[in-house]
């Protein structure tokens, strides 16, 4: 079949394990979307999903094409990324207690479609985790055993990281907002 063709099912179950304990574990994208979507509600919550997703899209394909590399083999250019990320958290940070303060003033306003959007792209982007995992962990799934290029092959894993991402932040966004429901009754 095509799917055989292009990725190798024999790495398939050790992979969907590890995305599955990579989406439990907790990190600054469940952080920034439980936040939305508990304080600005679902909409807010399913706009950071899908900025979120845009952003692994935009990982796996500086993966597949060998951006991965370069970092690999100049260590300052990750260590400078580490410390941007860890800057735009701070600032995330003092945004959000910005905001608190606004709101206690009735001056604030709820977060647009596009703020929490480009905020979950940014937020992803920045995260240590998420590059580690694109650039030193997806290509371990990558085959010899099958004709797929390296390039294809990891392709076709991000596509699949990604949809599953996706699908897990959702279902954590309606049960939130169910539970705020709730207890809001």
Known sequence: SKVEEMIDLNVMPVFILSVIALLL?????????SSLSINKGRAA????????????????????????GVIKELPYSFE???????????????????????????EGQSGNAWSCYKTAV???????????????????????????SPREQLLLLGL????MGFLFNVSLVVLLSKVVDALMK
């Open 25 to 33: 574990a907790p990190g600054p994208d469940m952080v920034l979307i």
């Open 45 to 68: 919550g399913l706009w950071a999903c899908l900025g979120n997703m845009t952003s692994g899209v935009l990982l796996t394909i500086a993966t597949a094409l060998g951006v991965a």
């Open 80 to 106: 400078a990324m580490r410390v941007m990320g860890g800057c735009y958290l701070l600032y995330l940070a003092w945004a959000g207690l910005k905001e608190i303060s606004l709101d206690q003033k009735g």
């Open 122 to 148: 940014v937020n992803n982007l920045m995260n240590p985790k998420a590059l580690l995992f694109f650039m030193m962990f997806l290509p371990q799934f990558v085959s010899q055993n099958i004709d797929a």
């Open 160 to 163: 699949i990281l990604n949809v």
